[in-house]
């Protein structure tokens, strides 16, 4: 693999860029390697500016279930953007794709869109302390809902400490309303409930994707549903990730538990931004212009993002066992993972939620931050280089989950679990 030209690409990128990039993950930077600079996608793959063809599983960070340049996603995107990009007022399409997602979620009665998975759980909160009148919110340590203020958080030591921001420029004042628990510890919530009664809403990825793929124990979420509703308080599932990659109903697809609002993002845009919140027709009457609660987007709804995901939703809901499908292809992939580590004697736990995977260099269980950060993350960083190497490009983090794409075809896998064999012999 040649790679003078993408070191060269990320050198001008570099200049202009603070690290490189838009968004810090895609520097590398816990990789301790160079990004390919990526030109162009196509079905389970994408190729950077000197030809090098990778297997992708980011798939932009989820979005792009249906693999890169979907035929019927770019023809929705070029139809639509013929007839104008987008005009500030209401149109069918916002009307077709809150359809599509409400059908999918029959729990939900309202969504409002929005254009990031940061603003959509960034305004839930505002909207779920609009409606409690309570101010406090708690969260779970790893997960990750955006970068607003509230969210930036991480756990003071002690499960009854306030939180305090894991950025400068988030003020202590923000933060402190922040509550931080470690995920699938129900003690630790009750304990904040006992403790606090000022507390607006429990957020919680049911399906955590973003400290590695963690799935949160069924008991764990019965129990915060109970303590949210002996409480006062709203509980919100953030789906921005999880929701129609999970599953047809996201991760509400692998729980009884129905939370009170859900947020989305990812999918839901189809590889375009597009994301929403939602709840019953109750709560979502206190959001402007209905209610006082405010919130406002000049391209929120945009019909050019809007078509791309109603272009996605309608491949999802019109393909029989789309989920099956993704689903035996991920486990698939994380067995052949799971021998290659074997082979080389090297521990290995590995997870599967829907078109989610997730793996750890661990020989426990993982079910929180804690255990995750515990797990050995020299050796993720030398798989990955070697399977970058071999052309399967991996979440650059050992903190990240992976996706499977509808273009991700067994030929796909087949190619990833030779790599892991030669990289994991590599590692051993
Ligand atoms: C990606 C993500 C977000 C943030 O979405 P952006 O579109 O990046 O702002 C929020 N919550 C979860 C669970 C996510 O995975």
């Known amino acids: 693999m040649s790679h003078t030209t993408n070191e060269a690409a990320f050198e001008r990128a570099k200049k202009v860029l603070p690290g490189g990039v838009n968004s810090p993950v895609r520097a590398f930077g816990s990789i301790g390697a160079t990004p390919p600079v990526i030109a162009r996608g196509e079905g389970g793959c994408f190729f950077d500016v000197e030809g090098n063809r990778y297997i992708d599983y980011i798939q932009s960070w989820g979005p792009l279930i249906l693999g890169h340049a979907h035929k019927e996603v770019i023809e929705a995107v070029c139809s639509t953007a013929k007839q104008g990009l987008g005009f500030g007022t209401p149109t069918e399409l916002e009307s077709e794709i809150a ?54 958080v991480q756990a003071g030591s002690g499960a009854a ?30 304990a904040f409930f006992k403790a606090e009664h000022d507390i607006a809403c429990v957020v919680i990825e049911p399906i955590a994707g973003n400290m590695g793929l963690i799935p949160a124990d069924e008991a764990f979420l019965q129990g915060l549903r109970k303590l949210c509703t002996d409480n006062g308080a709203l509980l919100i599932f ?26 989305f993002g990812k999918v839901i845009g189809g590889g375009m931004p597009v994301a929403a919140f939602g709840a019953n027709a109750q709560i979502m009457s206190h959001l402007s212009p209905e209610g006082p609660v405010y919130q406002a987007g000049t391209l929120s709804g945009n019909p050019v993002a809007v078509a791309a995901g109603i272009a996605t939703l309608k491949v999802i809901q019109e393909t029989d066992g789309f989920y099956d499908t993704l689903t035996k292809r991920a486990q698939k992939l994380t067995a052949g993972l799971e021998a290659a580590a074997q082979a080389a004697n090297i521990p290995l736990v590995t997870d599967v939620r829907g078109s989610m995977f997730g793996f750890f260099f661990s020989d426990k269980p993982v079910k929180n931050f804690t255990d995750a950060a515990a797990c050995d993350i020299e050796r993720f960083k030398r798989f990955y280089r070697e399977m970058l190497l071999r052309g399967v490009y991996l979440a650059p983090s050992a903190f990240e989950a992976g996706f499977i794409s509808l273009a991700t075809e067994e030929d796909l896998i087949d190619e990833s679990i030779a790599a892991a064999h030669e990289a994991m012999k590599a590692i051993a």
């Open 161 to 190: 400490t306030f939180g305090h921001p894991s950025s400068p420029g988030v003020p202590t004042d923000f933060a402190k309303h922040t509550l931080v628990a470690e995920y699938n510890d129900l003690a630790a919530v009750e």
């Open 238 to 263: 953030d789906e921005v990730m999880s929701g129609f990659r999970a599953g047809p109903m996201g991760a509400c697809s692998h729980t009884a538990v129905r939370p009170d609002m859900v947020t």
């Open 99 to 152: 359809e599509r997602v409400l059908k999918a979620y029959p729990f939900l009665e309202k969504l409002r869109f929005v254009s990031t998975g940061t603003e959509a759980v960034m305004t839930a909160i505002r909207l779920a302390r609009g409606v409690t009148g309570k101010t406090a919110v708690i969260k779970f340590k790893g997960n990750y809902h955006g970068h607003s203020d509230t969210l930036l």
